[in-house]
């Protein structure tokens, strides 16, 4: 098989995860709905709490299908569902008085299973295509995600004022679906045995990764599973929490309009992307260990830095940042798993592990959500969060591969 041939597939998901990675944009659709259907702030972030709760295990019962079936069939089941959760959002007001239920269960629960299903393809093919870049390829593989509110923040924000907030689910979703379908169909796995062609190990690639391929259950049994597990659930606690409530945070610090806030959400998106290969690139050279250390003092001393910016530059900059480092924990997470486990059952193994980031989409968000209703600004659940990070150093500080289990 040419080498040629896996940047395709890359491309391709890519692309699909910058589709899915849409779901990052939820912030503009927060005040149209608020002020339209007089929905609190936790009732609207709700609902991308269940959407990313539903992914977390949704990527899990992925990971297991694909183990039984090809990555062709869990993506274009997944894309069509994500595209249709969407789609059925619009009929959120189609019932007489406003139902917030149907909102929870189209776009957080149905767009949540597509969403599961679509992200942990890329992931699980990828990985096996690049054995000697791993923690690039699994960077690229979900920085498309990242990057998706890049382009949905601002062609929302258009859509949403030209023709109201709940056409504009309707035309999101047909969209995504096309979208995600269309790359999904590419995505296959490797031949068996496959790796690049004149390829071998260096002596810090195989001392970091497992000599054999663990089970799920095996992986289970080991502590270095869990913790993991608990490293992806930090950090995404703390940049999942900025990321729900972007749009009203730049609105209050930098006294910004909607339309600059909106801008503001899709230039900050681009961190999530490009750190996920940035960081993810960096743990390839100085291990995922140390990758994480750094990102974690980084999100201390920012997130308790950013409550006392007003500058429209610098909060961008400043939750640019924050971005990268949220990001970076997808691109290197990925790699991490496959480094301690093997990659031949990295879909179920990481899909698992997904469950912190939907663990994670139940603390954050409501966290900050719920602290900004009580003190009415959002500079506490900063300060919490940068709390959080502080203790948060000592995991990767402590975590050594497992020992070889079968």
Known sequence: MPNSHRWGIAAAGFLMQMALGAVYAWSVFKTPLSKQFHWSTPDVTLTFTISIFVLGVAAFFGGLWLTKTTPRVVALTGGFLYGLG????SFSASFG????????????????????????????????????????????????????ALVTAPLATHLIQAV?????????????????????????NPPEGYKPVGWFPSALQSGQRASVDYT?????????????????????????????????????????SAIIAAGMVGIVSIGNAVGRIF??????????RWTFVIMFLLQVALFWLLPGFTSVAVVTVVSFTILMCYGGGFGTLPAFTADYFGSKNVGPIY????????????????????????????????HIIAGIMVLSILLPVVVRPPKART
């Open 86 to 89: 969407v789609f059925l959002a």
């Open 97 to 148: 008085e406003p139902q917030l239920w149907w909102l929870y269960l189209t776009y957080g629960v149905i767009g949540g299973v597509g969403l599961g299903f679509g992200y942990i393809v890329p992931v699980a093919v990828l990985v096996k295509w690049f054995p000697d870049r791993r923690g690039l390829i699994t960077g690229i593989a979900v920085g498309g995600f990242g990057a998706g």
């Open 164 to 188: 109201g907030v709940l056409q504009t689910f309707a035309w999101l979703g047909a969209a995504y679906m096309v979208v995600t379908m269309a790359t999904g169909y590419i995505l296959q």
């Open 216 to 256: 799920l259950s095996a992986a289970l049994k080991t502590w270095q599973w869990w913790a993991l597990w608990l490293l992806l659930f930090l950090n995404t606690s703390a940049g999942i929490s900025l990321i729900s409530q972007e749009a009203p945070i730049f609105q209050e610090l930098t006294r910004a």
């Open 279 to 288: 960081w993810a690139s960096i743990s390839d050279l100085i291990t995922r």
């Open 351 to 382: 899909g698992l592990m997904l469950t912190a980031w939907g663990s994670a989409s139940a603390f954050g968000p409501l966290l900050i959500a719920n602290l900004r209703q009580s003190t009415g600004s959002y500079g506490s659940g900063l």
